[in-house]
């Protein structure tokens, strides 16, 4: 600590002052009686500076993945981080239960006064979409055009520059591409899965024939351990998932995809419990930016029914679907499609098991 640091104030640390005079109704400035707009106010510039708070995170993360070494101690650091805006999207989604204490009419006393604001305008919150990795052929148009188009040309270049720049997940894919245990001279992990997950189908198949009450049950159950064949195929044929890739079904680079899946299937590998974490983490922020637009969506529709959003969008529709639209790691979550039982796992050689555990 160093020392010779004048003293100073909470308020002055603060900025009280300044942070309180920042809430200024348009209802006071043309005499209109709206108590609720106050709240209105506070909520969101409150989300704005929670928006702050994650943007330093992620940048921080990012700026980790960014070399082309992640240590370990760094990967600690970045789970953390990932952590924090979790904890702090949980704060977001509550908080809407604090402005829906403000009903349609109030809303009404001031909503004319808004025109053509637009929570749409957020600059930070399309920051964050586009660092985290939100593709722009996924964004939905905003009244027939381009989201960046309804904001200030300084802030549109910042929105532009953020989806140019490598979002992160590029950069964990890109980390996740480079794992190290995924093929060696004692384990090759896409053979040894591709044979158990084959070895599993095979025992369904003839417990079906086994036990099957009719012919019909049978030919249904078959015929459903042919469509899991089919989809096991996709991510164990490079060429084919390359192909799925390319029409959109998966994002992940293959080698990006089967690292993830090894991470997930061997998590209790003391090496990998980071790394399981660290997916954990992107998919827990994948949800709540989905759950709250969600709770947005529903939030918007009870204000304002079926009117168009004072920055003339469609509203409530328009938010409720860019929930699944705007989703940015959905193959984590489709990860779960190909875990395959404990007791089915292929044993990790000696070799690797040893390097997994931290040991030389």
Same mark, same amino acid.
């Not at 709240?39 to 969101?44: D, E, P």
């Not at 990967?75 to 904890?87: K, N, S």
């Given at each position: 600590m160093k020392k010779n640091v004048p003293p100073i104030s909470y308020g002055d640390y603060l900025q009280t002052a300044g942070l309180l005079n920042l809430q200024r109704p348009r209802s006071d400035e043309f005499n209109v009686k709206a108590h609720d707009e106050?709240?209105?106010?506070?909520?969101?510039?409150?989300?704005?500076l929670w928006f702050k708070q994650i943007l330093h995170e992620l940048n921080s993360v990012m700026s980790l993945f960014a070399s082309d070494l992640v240590h370990e101690? =760094?990967?600690?650091?970045?789970?953390?981080?990932?952590?924090?805006?979790?904890?702090?999207? *949980?704060?977001?989604?509550?908080?809407?239960?604090?402005?829906?204490?403000?009903?349609?009419? $109030?809303?009404? $006393?001031?909503r004319d006064l808004l025109y053509p604001a637009s929570g749409f305008q957020s600059l930070q919150w399309r920051l964050i979409e586009n660092k985290l990795g939100l593709r722009s052929d996924r964004r939905l148009k905003y009244n027939s055009t381009p989201y960046h188009a309804h904001v200030p040309p300084a802030e549109e270049q910042q929105m532009l520059q953020a989806e140019k720049d490598p979002s992160l997940f590029d950069r964990v894919d890109a980390w996740l591409a480079r794992a190290p245990f995924l093929?060696?001279? $004692?384990? =090759?992990?896409?053979?040894?899965?591709?044979?158990?997950? *084959?070895?599993?189908?095979?025992? =369904?198949?003839?417990?079906? &024939?086994?036990?099957?009450?009719?012919?019909?049950?049978?030919? *249904?159950?078959?015929?459903?351990?042919?469509?899991?064949?089919?989809?096991?195929?996709? &991510?164990? =044929?490079?060429?084919?998932?390359?192909?799925?890739?390319?029409?959109?079904?998966?994002?992940?680079?293959?080698?990006?995809?089967?690292?993830a899946l090894l991470i997930l299937l061997y998590r209790e590998q003391p090496l990998l419990s980071l790394p399981f974490q660290l997916l954990t983490k992107l998919q827990d922020i994948d949800e709540l930016m989905t759950t709250w637009r969600y709770r947005h969506a529903l939030m918007v529709?009870?204000?304002l029914g079926s009117k168009i959003g004072t920055g003339g969008s469609s509203g409530h529709q328009y938010l409720?679907?860019?929930?699944?639209?705007? *989703?940015?790691f959905g193959d984590l979550f489709n990860l779960a499609t190909f875990l395959i039982p404990r007791s089915e796992l292929p044993p990790l050689p000696k070799s690797l098991s040893t390097k997994l555990s931290f040991q030389n």
């Open positions: 106050l709240l209105f106010i506070i909520v969101h510039q409150t989300y704005e101690s =760094d990967m600690g650091t970045a789970v953390a981080r990932l952590g924090r805006i979790v904890e702090i999207q *949980r704060l977001l989604v509550d908080q809407v239960s604090v402005l829906e204490t403000m009903t349609p009419l $109030d809303f009404l $006393d001031f093929s060696n001279k $004692d384990f =090759d992990f896409q053979a040894e899965y591709g044979k158990a997950v *084959r070895t599993m189908l095979e025992n =369904d198949k003839e417990t079906i &024939i086994r036990f099957a009450k009719t012919n019909e049950d049978k030919e *249904r159950n078959l015929k459903q351990v042919a469509e899991a064949e089919s989809t096991f195929a996709a &991510i164990t =044929d490079p060429a084919r998932y390359e192909e799925l890739r390319n029409a959109g079904t998966f994002r992940l680079s293959h080698s990006a995809l089967q690292a529709h009870r204000m409720k679907a860019s929930t699944d639209q705007h *989703r940015i």
